[in-house]
């Protein structure tokens, strides 16, 4: 299994980033796939998830309204849409899979992983 993220990178706080996740070795319809991001010093924490089909959506407190989770399970990629940028938003993110039918917020709940994109927002 092997999830990779592009699309990171420095933008000017009010920009936008889309980041990818491209899934490889796993049914990816089968999975529901989540995005964290971790801040140095700080613990991972979740951002967004979305469920097999892409039928509902789940996003933390603090991106709710800024960013936008999507995936075509055709091309076995899931998006984050990121809008708004804060320089509060710099982080590594992460993509990840768990074999399902629910929506999952918890790290613990997933078991697959993507190595990272960092994300730099300077203000």
């Keep these: ?15 936008s980033l889309r980041l990818s996740c491209a899934a490889s070795g796993i049914i990816f319809s089968a999975y529901a796939m989540g995005w964290f991001r971790q801040a140095p010093g700080k613990e991972r924490e979740f951002v967004a998830a979305i469920t097999r089909y892409g039928g509902s959506t789940y996003y933390a407190v603090s991106v709710k309204g800024r960013f936008t989770i999507s995936r075509d399970n055709a091309k076995n990629t899931v ?10 938003d710099t982080a590594a993110y992460y993509c990840a899979a768990q074999y399902g039918s629910g929506i999952y917020s918890r790290s613990d709940e ?3 992983w993507g190595q990272g994109t960092q994300v730099t927002v300077s203000s």
């Design 1 to 15: 299994v092997q999830l990779v993220e592009s699309g990171g990178g420095l933008v000017q706080a009010g920009n």
């Design 79 to 88: 998006y984050v849409q990121m809008n708004s940028l804060k320089p509060e």
């Design 110 to 112: 997933y078991n697959y």
